[in-house]
């Protein structure tokens, strides 16, 4: 399911602790909801946590992650939980270290454990700059970051590049909002002041936020 690997990169973090709701649409229908929370740490990492409940085809599927990059935009540590109940009841539970050659995996599922280490490729480096893009540092229209970034769906390394497209005013939920848009092979991101999610477009699937009412 590739919409859960593709999260981690698509996910800006904010300055301060913070968190969203968002309406999950596979394939044109309704499947969930998902929480997307985001903060930075007092060693300057960006700290990422993905929580969502699904309903797809004959299942229910239950995910829950976490991603750690340091202040250099590059991973230094994954766990993504998935839990399927119903017609595919099955369990997978990957948690992947890093080092300077590369990922260190732990992969339980259904019961079962294995390790792996991935290298990663001498080019280009695993610095994502994007990571950091509205949380410390403002992108001029058109830049792009080129970074490999680890896919926790084939556990193996990606390279992807990320273009900032400039602003556009939009509306979400009835809310007449500016975002900032971004785009990389693996979707387009529209995200607001603060590098939190508005709205997130993948291959089969979108994802929007829900405003709380106040």
Known sequence: MKLFALLVGLSLAALSSAQVRMEVTIDGHKAGTATLSQRRNPQGEKVVEFNAVLDIGENSVTIRSESIFNPGGAPTRMFQ???????????????VSFDADGANVVLLENGDR??????????????????????????????????????LDTLAWDTVNTSFKGTARMTIGKHRVNANITESEEGKAFVDAEGLPLRLELTNTVMERIWEKS
């Open 81 to 95: 939980n998935r839990t399927t109940s119903g017609k595919d009841h099955s369990t997978r539970e990957i948690i």
């Open 114 to 151: 294995s390790t792996k280490h991935v290298t990663a490729p001498a080019t280009p480096s695993r610095d994502d700059a994007s990571e950091f893009w509205f949380l410390r540092d403002s992108p001029d229209v058109g830049t792009t970051s080129t970074a490999a970034r680890f896919n």
